[in-house]
T-cell receptor
Framework: DSGVTQTPKHLITATGQRVTLRCSPRSGDLSVYWYQQSLDQGLQFLIQYYNGEERAKGNILERFSAQQFPDLHSELNLSSLELGDSALYFC?????????????FGEGSRLTVL | QKEVEQDPGPLSVPEGAIVSLNCTYSNSAFQYFMWYRQYSRKGPELLMYTYSSGNKEDGRFTAQVDKSSKYISLFIRDSQPSDSATYLCASLDNYGQNFVFGPGTRLSVLP
């Protein structure tokens, strides 16, 4: 158990809908990362937050947004969903700003868009 | 060219074999090199971590980095069926600002 909690574990929704994925980092970790993993794209970095502030941005679509709250949990919002958004979404946390590459991943949220 | 490249496999070996997994990277600024293991339907977990060039050993696992050739390797000795997973290499620059995963190599160790 990595100590990172993600909810929901599975989510099935329709195109055009909006969903919110939630992540609670390990106790004491200040950084939260979001990754998307699909079969043909591997693990794609979306966005990183450090202590409530956006720190780095990857290939995150404009339809996607995220935030980190004062209690350090984070939410990833996906809107106007398309079939291609079906993927596993992982949250990871690290103690600092990720300066050493030691990330702790949650179990992921599997999103299916029909 | 992707910053971190890795043969996706799949790679199948018999139990007890020595496994060699490899990655290449293109960014000279990368200083930290990691191997993550991901079991099916689970999140990746950090397996090995090295800084700069050299070898690091942990039980049956050895990570090797050759910065002159930009080559990262993971060796698994006496492989076990429980080692069957996808192995992702990852690299990070010295500023902690560019963290890149390879696509992963799927390994099957057959009993």
């Amino acid at each position: 158990d990595s100590g990172v909690t993600q909810t929901p574990k599975h989510l099935i929704t329709a195109t055009g809908q909006r969903v919110t994925l939630r992540c609670s980092p390990r106790s004491g970790d200040l950084s939260v990362y979001w990754y998307q993993q699909s079969l043909d794209q591997g693990l794609q970095f979306l966005i990183q937050y450090y202590n409530g502030e956006e720190r780095a941005k990857g290939n995150i679509l404009e339809r996607f947004s995220a935030q980190q709250f004062p209690d350090l949990h984070s939410e990833l919002n996906l809107s106007s969903l398309e079939l291609g958004d079906s993927a596993l979404y992982f949250c990871a946390s690290s103690a600092g700003g990720g300066d050493t590459g030691e990330l702790f991943f949650g179990e992921g949220s599997r999103l299916t868009v029909l | 060219q992707k910053e971190v490249e890795q043969d996706p496999g799949p790679l199948s070996v018999p139990e007890g074999a020595i496994v060699s997994l490899n990655c290449t990277y293109s960014n000279s600024a990368f200083q930290y090199f990691m191997w993550y293991r991901q079991y099916s339907r689970k999140g990746p977990e950090l397996l090995m971590y090295t800084y700069s060039s050299g070898n690091k050993e942990d039980g049956r696992f050895t990570a090797q980095v050759d910065k002159s050739s930009k080559y990262i390797s993971l060796f698994i000795r006496d492989s076990q069926p429980s080692d069957s997973a996808t192995y992702l290499c990852a690299s990070l620059d010295n500023y902690g600002q560019n963290f890149v995963f390879g696509p992963g190599t799927r390994l099957s160790v057959l009993p």
